[in-house]
């Protein structure tokens, strides 16, 4: 009888518990992917994930092939597919990967309990996180609300294991299931194709992962701790789309760094190792708190007066505010599917504090545009930037876009990379177009208000109706 292997957020080979047990079990495996609808309970993908997944189940099938396993894809609930997958094949087990997106947990505790009940074995494994949300307590038996502790508990804990192999001489299933075409999925955009930047700046899969992976060890590790603010810079890993999509697994990248020679207790690695923690401190949070993504952290923000501004809102999404940081950052977004962390953070900065839009409204934006939209990382860190989350900056340090940019793209090559309307402008004034005399603009092609905008608000008169609103929130009843 064969062994029924789950794929989900898992699209890898390499260090993957369930597809590895399948292989120990001796048994010919079947592996599925379930394309599931609106009402599964898991968050369904925006329109990014769902262009990289189609790439990724392609590039798994692949690798698939290479193992002597053939991928079964199939749309509908989890359960019910899984159900008539089991009656079809004869499958006596299924396994799969653990998926810690609270609406997943739901639908997958069910599953497993309906397997069982039909008597089919049914066994879940770790692998997308270093830890078990569940398993890591404070002293007095609750869950950690302060990065630091969190993540020195969790170093304190047992090194990260070795990642698994390939499993090799898998038996094949040699019974006929019916899947469907990738095509059929209607994962990618049709009219417009806005997917073309995409296209260019990634390589989804489990091999693209690894050459990215390796690139990063091998070259900007070493300046990641100093580098990684800078968005002109390439220092960051850009592993985060393949993190979302387990193409590899943070035993991987810990095993990666631990072979990266002299750079294993440099800075470059140990900062980066924390950055990896953050992900890991986000899934705590989303855990035990599963409307993370919909409900205030600290519940004081729950009379925060939010301004209802279709308008601004869209010119936020456009990156059409006037604030060249801000807007490049927007502009990377739309264009690639991934914006670098320092923008993200200025971008979202702004959006809750210079427009007083809430959070969810960004949250909901870049659900739908980033690439590596994460269910755990995204709405952790939207709410952290909004002063509403766990160990969250102050609501009151309200990020200054002008001097932001100043600090971190001193020379504007961010900003004139995405926004070539302003390329010209000299670097004094590429922060501040608005600034900038007559005859500047003039000379550097630039008529605000036509060809970029001028400020949708003015920061000083911004921040103060910011910390006006901040205030009213705080003494609410
Ligand atoms: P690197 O600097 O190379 O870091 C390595 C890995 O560590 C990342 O791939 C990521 O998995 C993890 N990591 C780093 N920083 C963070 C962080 N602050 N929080 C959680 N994990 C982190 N990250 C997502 O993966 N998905 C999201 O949906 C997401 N939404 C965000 C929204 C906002 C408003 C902000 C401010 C940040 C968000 N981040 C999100 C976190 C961070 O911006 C990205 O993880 C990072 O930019 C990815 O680039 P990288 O892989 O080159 O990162």
């Keep these: 009888r064969p062994v029924l292997v789950l794929f989900r957020d898992d699209l890898r080979v390499a260090d993957n518990a369930a597809l590895a047990a399948a292989s120990r079990s001796g048994k010919p495996v079947i592996a599925a992917f379930v394309l599931e609808g609106a009402s599964s309970g898991a968050r369904p993908l925006g329109g990014a994930r769902r262009w990289w997944l189609h790439h990724s189940l392609a590039a798994l099938n692949g690798t698939l092939a290479t193992i002597g396993v053939r991928l079964v894809l199939r749309r509908g609930a989890m359960g019910e597919v899984v159900d008539s997958l089991v009656t ?48 890591l307590v404070t002293s007095t038996g609750g869950y950690y609300k302060v990065y630091s502790p969190f993540w020195k508990a969790v170093a304190a804990g047992p090194e990260p294991r070795d990642p698994l192999d390939v499993p090799d001489g898998l038996e094949p299933f040699a019974g006929n299931l019916a899947s469907d075409a990738p095509d059929a ?49 390439q220092a960051t890993s850009r592993l985060s789309p393949h993190l979302a999509h387990g193409e590899i697994t943070p035993f991987q990248i810990f095993a990666a760094l631990q072979g990266a020679g002299s750079d294993v207790s440099g800075a470059g690695a140990a900062k980066f190792r924390k950055e990896v923690g953050w992900r890991e401190f986000c899934y705590h949070l989303l855990f035990h708190n599963p409307h993370l993504g919909t409900r205030n952290f600290q519940p004081s923000f729950n009379a925060f007066p939010w301004r209802e501004d279709e308008e601004a809102l869209r010119a936020w999404q456009r990156g ?11 502009r990377e977004l739309w264009e690639t599917g991934y914006m670098h962390n320092r923008t993200r953070m200025i971008a979202a900065s702004f959006l809750t504090k210079h427009l007083l839009v809430d959070w969810r409204a960004g949250e909901r934006w870049f659900w739908d545009t980033l690439v590596d939209a994460d269910a755990a990382s995204n709405p952790g860190n939207w709410q952290w930037v909004a002063g509403c989350g766990a160990d969250a900056a102050p609501y009151f340090r309200i990020f200054n876009p002008v001097l932001q940019g100043e600090k971190f793209d001193p020379e504007g090559r961010y900003v004139r990379r995405w926004l070539p309307e302003l390329a010209r402008l000299p670097a004094r004034y590429i922060h501040k177009p608005w600034a900038a005399p007559p005859a500047v603009l003039a000379e550097s092609g630039v008529r605000l208000g036509e060809t970029y905008p001028r400020p949708i608000v003015d920061h000083r008169l911004a921040r103060e109706r910011a910390l006006g609103a901040y205030e009213t929130a705080r003494s609410a009843p």
Excluded at 96 to 124: C, F, Q
Excluded at 202 to 225: C, H, I, K, M, S
């Design 185 to 233: 999925f209607g994962l990618l955009p049709t009219k417009p194709d806005w997917a073309g930047g995409l296209r260019q700046s990634w390589t989804p899969g489990e091999a693209g992962a690894r050459v990215r992976l390796d690139d990063f060890v091998a070259g900007a590790l070493q300046d990641y701790a100093e580098g990684r603010d800078y968005p002109a810079y």
């Design 320 to 330: 059409l505010t006037g604030f060249p940081i801000v807007d490049a950052g927007m």
């Design 88 to 135: 079809e094949s004869g499958t006596d087990t299924v396994f799969w990967n653990r998926r810690y997106d609270p609406g997943a947990i739901a639908a997958d505790t069910t599953m497993k309990a309906g397997l069982r009940n039909r008597g089919v074995a049914a066994e879940s494994f770790a692998g997308h996180l270093l830890h078990e949300p569940s398993r």
